[in-house]
């Protein structure tokens, strides 16, 4: 499974779906630094996908010695770009569990001081989701220009991008050729030779990131990300972490406030994710939060006159879709340019149009044209998806989301035998989506790293109250994860918004904003279940 943000307006959030990358949210141990949980005989909820989630014990409130020097580095500040924006880079240690100074990792950090005249609450953290989302990016296109006025006035808003992730010492895999032919590979396979085909490419995929990227592999988890936060706190001298996470963000700031709850401070959980699911079942879910949000797209499109899906029902729509994905396996379609559009391409155009629906008639346009021979359009969704830029270049969020997904949580599958037999289950839930979203979880079947991380519950029990945002149609963290982690957060007050798109806040009308915003400016918590729409 992945959860992460995308480009397409000045606060759009970042997910994953179907792409030839992993499955997986986080949580990590051993080797990444994290505490051990007591052994737990399984938090055993089988129905609700739960079991073996073991308790996240906090971390010890003292800083240990051997982390001290860095909680006392000093962060050297320079002005970056136009708008007062600031930059800095902090260290923290490769491996929490046996820190060295000579293996450090070096982390960018930017930020935005409090445009008010009075002194500020303090500094505001965000992390726009991925994983592999750059926060120093959110900072500087997003949150410091179009948070509300308010916001911005009040708090020094600040991002650092995770270890592995954009400027901080980024994962590398495959060449930007090489991620052509990868987001090409059918992942949808009719008999061994393309099964083969695929397993080929996901073992490609992981021997290229270990090849470049070595030992940082083993120590990129969410509990890492989690200490580094903390790290970054201590350095901006606030006694308690204030947070904005979307999406796979809400993983990292669930985590933080299980490890640290004493100094979670006011904590905005949007799009969240739950931390005690198995890979297995957040990808199954996943699947069918995309089938919901393709009907209600659907349920759209056949009222007007220009669907391409025809205008009977949201069932012949979604034959109609399958059928034209069907076709375009057969006969990859021709675009303005050398690549053609393959099955795997079109159908990561469409998912990318099911993450706001503003994109939708952006779609509607993109599937006619394909649907006459023309897949230039839906080509163009699925590179803004992957962050293929138009020279060619793909970014590093491809790179960092499995890197950090796989290190997480244990893969969906190992082998293709096991992926055979969830396809049942995957297609019932998604007749659409769900073939391609069970081959597109295999991928961490061959990482080179083992995971370290395990489905976890979290209490933070002792934390101020925390904020959690669920919308009841978000394709890519369907709103039972939002339930679902407001039931294990010990002070959680679960705010929905009873609509469409990934996340709410910015984009779910002025109850959301106005209820974040009164819990961010002024620490007022919501009453539970607060529905907005």
């Not at 006969?331 to 391409?345: A, N």
């Not at 993109?366 to 793909?394: Q, V």
């Not at 949580?409 to 659409?432: G, H, N």
């Amino acid at each position: 499974m992945h959860t992460r943000r995308l480009p397409s307006t000045a606060l759009a959030v970042l997910a994953t779906a179907v792409l030839l990358t992993v499955s997986g949210c986080s949580s990590g141990s051993g080797g990444s630094g994290e505490p051990e949980g007591a052994p737990s005989s399984a938090s055993s909820d089988r129905a609700a996908g739960r079991t073996n989630a073991e308790p996240l014990k906090p971390l010890p409130a003292a800083v240990p010695k051997n982390l001290k020097r860095y909680y006392e580095q000093k962060l050297s500040w320079r002005d970056c770009g136009d708008g007062g924006f600031q930059c800095a880079k902090m260290k923290a240690p490769l491996d929490y569990g046996h820190p060295d100074p000579s293996k450090d990792v070096e982390l960018a950090v930017a930020r935005k001081k409090a445009s008010g005249k009075g002194k500020p609450i303090g500094s505001l953290l965000v992390n726009p989701g991925g994983p592999g989302g750059s926060a120093v990016d959110y900072v500087q296109q997003a949150a410091g220009v179009g948070y509300p006025p308010q916001v911005r006035r009040s708090y020094d808003l600040v991002g650092v991008d995770p270890r592995g992730v954009a400027r901080s010492e980024p994962v590398r895999c495959l060449t930007d050729k090489q991620m052509d032919g990868f987001t090409r590979t059918d992942q949808t396979p009719d008999d061994k030779a393309e099964t083969d085909r695929l397993v080929s490419a996901y073992k490609k995929f992981a021997a290229g990131c270990e090849k470049r990227s070595g030992d940082l592999l083993g120590h990129l988890s969410t509990v890492d990300a989690a200490r580094d936060m903390d790290v970054l706190r201590g350095l901006l001298g606030d006694k308690k972490l204030n947070y904005v996470g979307a999406s796979y963000g809400t993983y990292l700031g669930a985590f933080y406030a299980g490890l640290y709850p004493q100094r979670s401070g006011r904590l905005v959980l949007d799009g969240a994710m739950d931390p005690s699911l198995s890979m297995l079942r957040l990808n199954r879910d996943q699947t069918g939060g995309f089938e919901t949000a393709f009907k209600e797209f659907a349920k759209d499109c056949v009222h007007k006159t220009d669907c391409p899906l025809g205008r009977k029902s949201t069932a012949d729509a979604g034959r109609k879709l399958s059928a034209f994905f069907k076709k375009t396996d057969e006969k990859p379609l021709r675009t303005g340019e050398p690549r053609k559009l393959t099955e795997s391409l079109a159908t990561t155009g469409v998912i990318r149009a099911m993450y706001d629906e503003s994109t939708w008639p952006q779609l509607r346009d993109a599937l006619t044209t394909a649907m006459d021979g023309d897949g230039t359009d839906l080509l163009a969704l699925a590179d803004e998806y992957y962050e293929r830029d138009p020279d060619g270049h793909y970014g590093n969020i491809m790179f960092a989301n499995p890197a950090v997904n796989c290190l997480d949580l244990p893969p969906a599958f190992s082998s293709p035998a096991a992926v055979k037999k969830a396809l049942p289950s995957f297609e019932k839930t998604s007749p659409v989506f769900g073939r391609g979203f069970a081959w597109a979880a295999l991928n961490c079947g061959y990482w080179p790293e083992k995971a370290t991380g395990h489905p976890r519950s979290i209490d933070a029990q002792g934390a101020a109250p925390i904020l959690v945002v669920g919308t009841t149609r978000d394709p890519a963290t369907p709103y039972a994860w939002a339930q679902g982690l407001a039931g294990q957060l010990d002070s959680a007050r679960l705010l929905t918004y009873e609509g469409d798109g990934h996340t709410a806040y910015l984009r779910g009308g002025a109850c959301i904003n106005d209820t974040v915003d009164r819990y961010l400016l002024k620490g007022e918590a919501p009453k539970n279940d607060k529905k907005c729409s």
